[in-house]
């Protein structure tokens, strides 16, 4: 192996340090507690070599949750390949998004709720961002003919999204998540058939 070789996986190995490091932090003590002090105290690195992986807290963000969304991705396919019928497919993945919120609320917060530079439904959108759409996309089709599956993704997400974040804020009754979450799938799977538009 080069000398530049060991060099790039010497960077790498370092940038994956400083991810680790800040998602740890969040979880335990939450955002605030991530600084450049604080990481550079934690991972023994000085604060100039931080930033020559990242120029600020919010491209830190960024990567967390890039990982994050790669990461759901994963627990959904999982869930969504262990599947049996298609109305379970979608009952499946719509748990496991709940589940990964509720174990990961820091990285959840660096995917929806923290600034962020990251696009998207662009061009230039992260494959990562991509790839956990795509799942549930895939769980929609399974479920439910859509004419724009697109658009019924988009709503089954903000349907999850919202449960997700009510829960964690405590605005919504406890000891009925399961009863939420069942109805919210019912009303993807009770009417198979094309969604039409409504007229502007």
Request: zero cysteines; hydrophobic letters at 40%; glycine letters at 6%.
């Amino acid at each position: 192996m080069g000398i530049d070789d060991r060099r790039q996986r010497e960077r790498d190995a370092r940038r994956r340090l400083i991810i680790t490091t800040a998602r740890t932090l969040a979880e335990t003590e939450g955002w605030d507690a991530v600084t450049t002090r604080r990481l550079s105290t934690e991972i023994e690195y000085s604060q100039p070599v931080l930033y020559k992986h990242f120029a600020g807290m919010e491209q830190l963000v960024d990567a967390v949750a890039i990982d994050g969304f790669g990461e759901l991705a994963d627990v959904t396919r999982d869930a969504r390949l262990r599947a049996g019928p298609p109305n379970d497919a979608l009952a499946r993945v719509a748990h496991a998004y709940l589940d990964f919120a509720g174990a990961n609320p820091a990285v959840y917060d660096a995917m929806f709720a923290r600034a962020t530079t990251l696009r998207f439904a662009a061009p230039d959108t992260p494959p990562q961002l991509t790839a956990a759409f795509d799942e549930l996309r895939q769980a929609v089709d399974l479920a439910h003919d859509a004419q724009d599956a697109e658009a019924l993704t988009e709503v089954l997400w903000a349907a999850l999204h919202g449960l997700v974040t009510l829960g964690r804020t405590g605005r919504l009754r406890p000891g009925h998540d399961s009863d939420r979450l069942q109805l919210l799938v019912e009303q993807f799977t009770s009417r198979r058939g094309p969604v039409r538009r409504a007229k502007p």
